[in-house]
């Protein structure tokens, strides 16, 4: 028997207490489980039960000894979600390394009632043990079952809440669940130390790895804003600051790796310590997820880079053994319910089979109750070994090695026409664009940026990319590991601004679209198009485009991707009806957007 009571305020909280039957076939009372959050489909919703009282140095090992699983249900829908060991239930405030409290987070997709049955098992290794039988039961919480009602979502604007879980649709663009709107990143891929942050728990500040890269965001502490979230009495304001910044600037992405030992940093990792593989710091986690979700709220899709090339081979020599399963099961249980983000198997991948990394891929696909965006990223490696069904794959993480962005272009198209002549269109982004030296350098020594605009910005864009992040080169201030001040880059942020507000304003719809560059003379030009009703002709120098209407009409205009003139309305205008040919020109010999729009056949004369 249960007894549901449900309390109203500001944040909803049902408490369920249930009788539960245990192995041993007794009755034993257990204590409250505990729903919190705001109950509202796409909001977080949190359930901690009281379960053994443990600690993160205890034997048993309470992350490889136990495991908790929820299944969540509404009519059709079902969804295992892994929980995990929450030391207090308070440890980002209490830095608490002990307690009995265990959780697991969930994502409504739909209102109503839901149901949920918790799972918790014990025995050697079971945490990363696949299998739902496996092992034993370990009482407490383990059958117990409740329900909680959730109403529609009241959020708006950037809030990705309002938008509902970014999904791989079998496009090149992902696309929102509950908006149906596809989407468009531009963000900062650098510094990829971005957790390396002072404010956080844990003695990787001090134990002599790399101590000096620590970050404060010191220069962002007044970008956080009354009502943002901090910890322990006010820390986090820089690094929540740096997030509201990007977001002002009108960024949707940022990138980080959450575990960097043997890498560039060295102060990123989940673990108790530097030498730690199958022991969490809960306090540090919770204040990761303090800023991953203070992030989905500002509208920023998370790019978690789980590896770098340094360490692609630490857990379990590249194996998907027990190291490799709890460190992803972990980002799955703690982090899993945000609606936008990608897993990225690894940064530079060069050294793993292709075995290992269809291990990696499958596990995430199979163990992620969402199922996001899989991307791994390349260096020496090209991954073609992944596409189609050969991997669980649904995009790519795309680095190029030219300063001057030339390569982005090319490659993005070649990427997309791989993965859709394989059967299975992969989301492609440019998340590293340039080289590892240069790269987006700050707008002290590159104002214009103009070739990052055109052939990285644009040129990603232009070929059906799902967008760019912007890489930060070591050769130069504010670097990969040294950047504490996005504003460094703000003039890049503006032109990303521009372009992002333009396909929102237009209804431009690139997920429909493909590049087709050869419809032109100039092959220094890009195109984009679903042909038969809307062209886009990026023109890097200027020049004529010659256009002739056999059916139909066409509007056109053109954008300037430097000013954002145009956003208003497009400049120059003009109407092509059928059988006219007429020479559009751009309006300086400078980089230009023409836009043509409308319905039925039109051609371009070469």
Same mark, same amino acid.
């Given at each position: 028997?249960?007894?549901?009571?449900?309390?109203?305020?500001?944040?909803?909280?049902?408490?369920?207490?249930?009788?539960?039957?245990?192995?041993?076939?007794?009755?034993?009372?257990?204590?409250?489980?505990?729903?919190?959050?705001?109950?509202?489909?796409?909001? *977080?919703?949190?359930?901690?039960?009281?379960?053994?009282?443990?600690?993160?140095?205890?034997?048993?090992?309470?992350?490889?000894?136990?495991?908790?699983?929820?299944?969540?249900?509404?009519?059709?829908?079902?969804?295992?979600?892994?929980?995990?060991?929450?030391?207090?239930?308070?440890?980002?405030?209490?830095?608490?390394?002990?307690?009995?409290?265990?959780?697991? =987070?969930?994502?409504?997709?739909?209102?109503?009632?839901?149901?949920?049955?918790?799972?918790?098992?014990?025995?050697?290794?079971?945490?990363?043990?696949?299998?739902?039988?496996?092992? #034993?039961?370990?009482?407490?919480?383990?059958?117990?079952?409740?329900?909680?009602? /959730?109403?529609?979502?009241? &959020?708006?604007?950037?809030?990705?809440?309002?938008?509902?879980? %970014?999904?791989?649709?079998?496009?090149?663009?992902?696309?929102?669940?509950?908006?149906?709107?596809?989407?468009?990143?531009?963000?900062?891929?650098?510094?990829?130390?971005?957790?390396?942050?002072?404010?956080?728990?844990?003695?990787?500040?001090?134990?002599?790895?790399?101590?000096?890269?620590?970050?404060?965001?010191?220069?962002?502490?007044?970008?956080?804003? #009354?009502?943002?979230?901090?910890?322990?009495?006010?820390?986090?304001?820089?690094?929540?600051?740096?997030?509201?910044?990007?977001?002002?600037?009108?960024?949707?992405?940022? @990138?980080?790796?959450?575990?960097?030992?043997?890498?560039?940093?060295?102060?990123?990792?989940?673990?108790?310590? $530097?030498?730690?593989?199958?022991?969490?710091?809960?306090?540090?986690?919770?204040?990761? !997820?303090?800023?991953? @979700?203070?992030?989905?709220?500002?509208?920023?899709?998370?790019?978690?880079?789980?590896?770098?090339?340094?360490?692609?081979?630490?857990?379990?020599?590249?194996?998907?053994?027990?190291?490799?399963?709890?460190?992803?099961?972990?980002?799955?249980?703690?982090?899993?319910?945000?609606?936008?983000?990608?897993?990225? %198997?690894?940064?530079?991948?060069?050294?793993?089979?292709?075995?290992?990394? *269809?291990?990696?891929?499958? $596990?995430?696909?199979?163990?992620?109750?969402?199922?996001?965006?899989?991307?791994?990223?390349?260096?020496?490696?090209?991954?073609?070994?992944?596409?189609?069904?050969?991997?669980?794959?649904?995009?790519?993480?795309? #680095?190029?090695?030219?300063?001057?962005?030339?390569?982005? =272009?090319?490659?993005?198209?070649?990427?997309?026409?791989?993965?859709?002549?394989?059967?299975?269109?992969?989301? /492609?982004?440019?998340? !590293?664009?340039?080289?590892?030296?240069?790269?987006?350098?700050?707008?002290?020594?590159?104002?214009?940026?103009?070739?990052?605009?055109?052939?990285?910005?644009?040129?990603?864009?232009?070929?059906?990319?799902?967008?760019? !992040?912007?890489?930060?080169?070591?050769?130069?201030?504010?670097?990969?590991?040294?950047? #504490?001040?996005?504003?460094?880059?703000?003039?890049?942020?503006?032109?990303?601004?521009?372009?992002?507000?333009?396909?929102?304003? $237009?209804?431009?719809?690139?997920?429909?679209? &493909?590049?087709?560059?050869?419809?032109?003379?100039?092959?220094?030009?890009?195109?984009?198009?679903?042909?038969?009703?809307?062209?886009?002709?990026?023109?890097?120098?200027?020049?004529?485009?010659?256009?002739?209407?056999?059916?139909? *009409?066409?509007?056109?205009?053109?954008?300037?991707?430097?000013?954002?003139?145009?956003?208003?309305?497009?400049?120059?205008?003009?109407?092509?009806?059928?059988?006219?040919?007429?020479?559009?020109?751009?309006?300086?010999?400078?980089?230009?957007?023409? /836009?043509?729009?409308? &319905?039925?056949?039109?051609?371009?004369?070469?």
């Amino acid at each position: 028997m249960r007894k549901a009571i449900l309390l109203q305020g500001p944040i909803f909280q049902i408490i369920v207490t249930s009788i539960v039957i245990l192995a041993s076939g007794c009755f034993n009372f257990v204590d409250a489980a505990t729903v919190t959050g705001q109950l509202k489909m796409w909001h *977080k919703v949190t359930i901690t039960f009281d379960g053994p009282d443990t600690g993160e140095k205890a034997v048993p090992n309470p992350f490889m000894y136990y495991r908790l699983n929820v299944t969540f249900s509404n009519g059709g829908k079902s969804f295992v979600v892994p929980g995990y060991y929450a030391a207090d239930g308070n440890a980002a405030d209490s830095s608490a390394d002990s307690g009995n409290k265990w959780r697991v =987070h969930f994502a409504p997709n739909s209102t109503g009632t839901w149901k949920y049955k918790a799972s918790f098992r014990k025995g050697e290794n079971i945490s990363v043990n696949d299998d739902p039988a496996a092992g #034993q039961s370990a009482g407490f919480m383990d059958g117990q079952t409740g329900t909680f009602k /959730v109403a529609p979502t009241d &959020k708006n604007g950037r809030d990705m809440r309002a938008k509902g879980l %970014l999904q791989y649709v079998g496009k090149h663009h992902l696309r929102f669940a509950g908006t149906g709107e596809y989407f468009l990143k531009c963000g900062a891929d650098a510094p990829e130390n971005f957790l390396a942050y002072a404010d956080f728990d844990g003695d990787f500040k001090k134990d002599g790895h790399k101590d000096n890269l620590i970050k404060t965001w010191q220069p962002h502490v007044k970008d956080w804003r #009354q009502g943002d979230p901090t910890w322990q009495k006010g820390k986090g304001k820089g690094i929540i600051g740096a997030i509201n910044y990007l977001a002002s600037e009108g960024m949707n992405a940022f @990138s980080f790796l959450p575990m960097n030992i043997e890498g560039d940093d060295r102060n990123v990792f989940p673990y108790l310590t $530097y030498n730690d593989r199958d022991r969490l710091d809960c306090s540090r986690l919770d204040q990761w !997820e303090i800023v991953f @979700s203070h992030g989905n709220k500002m509208g920023m899709y998370l790019h978690f880079k789980t590896m770098e090339t340094e360490n692609e081979l630490l857990l379990d020599k590249g194996d998907l053994g027990p190291q490799r399963k709890l460190y992803y099961r972990e980002l799955i249980a703690r982090f899993s319910h945000h609606l936008a983000l990608n897993w990225n %198997l690894g940064e530079e991948i060069n050294d793993a089979t292709t075995a290992q990394k *269809k291990a990696w891929a499958k $596990y995430f696909w199979t163990n992620d109750p969402y199922q996001h965006n899989i991307v791994i990223h390349n260096m020496g490696n090209p991954h073609h070994d992944l596409l189609g069904d050969a991997s669980e794959l649904t995009g790519f993480s795309l #680095q190029t090695n030219k300063p001057d962005f030339s390569q982005v =272009h090319k490659r993005v198209r070649d990427y997309i026409d791989r993965s859709a002549a394989a059967g299975k269109p992969w989301v /492609v982004a440019c998340d !590293e664009p340039g080289d590892a030296q240069h790269a987006l350098i700050t707008d002290s020594e590159d104002p214009s940026h103009d070739n990052a605009r055109k052939n990285a910005l644009w040129g990603a864009i232009m070929a059906g990319g799902a967008g760019v !992040e912007w890489y930060f080169g070591y050769k130069h201030p504010h670097s990969d590991l040294t950047c #504490q001040d996005f504003r460094t880059r703000k003039k890049m942020w503006t032109q990303c601004r521009y372009a992002l507000q333009f396909f929102d304003k $237009y209804q431009i719809p690139f997920w429909d679209m &493909k590049c087709k560059d050869e419809l032109t003379a100039n092959t220094d030009d890009y195109v984009l198009c679903k042909e038969g009703e809307v062209y886009l002709v990026y023109l890097k120098s200027g020049g004529k485009v010659s256009v002739a209407v056999d059916r139909g *009409k066409f509007d056109c205009g053109w954008f300037n991707p430097r000013t954002g003139n145009g956003l208003k309305d497009l400049l120059k205008k003009r109407s092509i009806a059928a059988g006219k040919k007429v020479e559009l020109t751009a309006p300086d010999n400078k980089d230009w957007l023409l /836009v043509i729009k409308g &319905k039925g056949k039109l051609n371009f004369a070469h």
